[in-house]
């Protein structure tokens, strides 16, 4: 497996590649890497003839006072999991490398941005659109694999290939949790053993709103009220937001009518932890 960090290194391999008639896998991910990261790698194998993740810690989608300077990399141990994994090529670029010159441009969309994750990180969907438009281009990958952990950012990369009619196909795959519930994540590393074990309260909650959705509610409001109450309970030092949205748009209703979804965002300590759940 190669380890590259050139836009021009990536080019020439992947002009053979192609000149092979090989299809393309790409992974992105800001690294540190887990076996959620080691799924989406697995299902890429399984999926393309060549394989590519992508280790990016994107400044452009770092606000303020955000975690960028500690975001931990360990751009070793990530390149031995992704060649024990299936895959074929690392592209790990320098931040001045992914961006030559500022970029002017800057993809948007236009309902979404500001909402949920976006209202409390201005500007971060933008800069997550930007970069993961720029590894497609420079991926020209056939198949692009992401996880539902990140179910806002998930939902806008589909809805930005839609849109611009992007020649990638977006395959989403499951969120892989801990055994006892907790969405696995680079930053539950940050969490004490104490807030690790607090943290369970949000899959908790999602678990409550779940078995009341299975239930027949169908409220928005009562919904997020079954979520709410775990989260208190196990100690959160804030709750962010808790929405019930419809699947279909990501946008509010009184009433869940088809497939449903609740995100959730929450502090404990100076963690911020985000999870979601399905209601079909
Ligand atoms: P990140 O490195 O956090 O930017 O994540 C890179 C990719 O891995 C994104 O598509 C995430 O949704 C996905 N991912 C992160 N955590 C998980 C998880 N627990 N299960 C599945 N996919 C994940």
């Known amino acids: 497996m190669k380890i590259v960090s050139t836009k021009a290194e990536l080019k020439a391999i992947l002009d053979q590649v192609k000149a092979r008639g090989q299809s393309i896998g790409l992974v992105p991910t800001m690294g540190a890497l887990h076996p959620g990261h080691m799924s989406l790698v ?3 194998s399984a999926q393309s003839d060549f394989v590519i993740v992508t280790i990016f810690v994107n400044p452009l989608q770092f606000g303020q006072g955000e975690d960028l300077d500690k975001y931990p990399r360990r751009l070793e141990a990530d390149a031995l999991l992704c060649e024990s994994h299936g895959a074929h090529l690392v592209f790990a670029p320098s931040p ?3 961006y030559e010159r500022p970029t002017q441009t800057l993809i948007a969309n236009t309902d979404l941005d ?5 209202a409390y990180r201005p500007g971060h969907f933008k800069g997550v659109l930007t970069v993961v438009a720029k590894l497609f281009n420079l991926s020209r990958a056939d198949k692009a694999f992401f996880g539902s952990k990140d179910y806002q ?3 806008l990369i589909q809805r ?14 499951p969120t892989v949790r801990e055994q006892d519930g ?17 943290a369970l309260g949000i899959s908790q ?3 409550a709103a779940q078995l009341a959705f299975e239930a027949g509610e169908r409220s928005c409001a009562r919904l997020q009220e079954c979520v709410r109450g775990p989260i208190l309970a196990s100690g ?6 808790i929405e019930v949205l419809s699947a279909d748009d990501l946008l509010p209703r009184q009433n869940l009518e088809s497939k449903g979804v609740i995100l959730v965002a929450a502090y404990y300590g100076n963690t911020r932890l985000i999870d979601n759940r399905e209601l079909i």
């Open 182 to 198: 907790l969405a696995m994540s680079s930053r539950n590393e940050y969490l004490s053993p104490e807030l690790r074990q607090k």
């Open 114 to 118: 500001d909402l949920y994750c976006g």
């Open 160 to 173: 930005m290939v839609k849109d611009l009619d992007m020649c990638v196909e977006v395959i989403a795959c």
């Open 205 to 207: 909650g999602l678990q």
């Open 236 to 241: 959160a030092d804030s709750i962010q937001y």
């Open 42 to 44: 697995q299902a890429a």
């Open 153 to 155: 950012q998930l939902y």
């Open 96 to 98: 001045e490398e992914m």
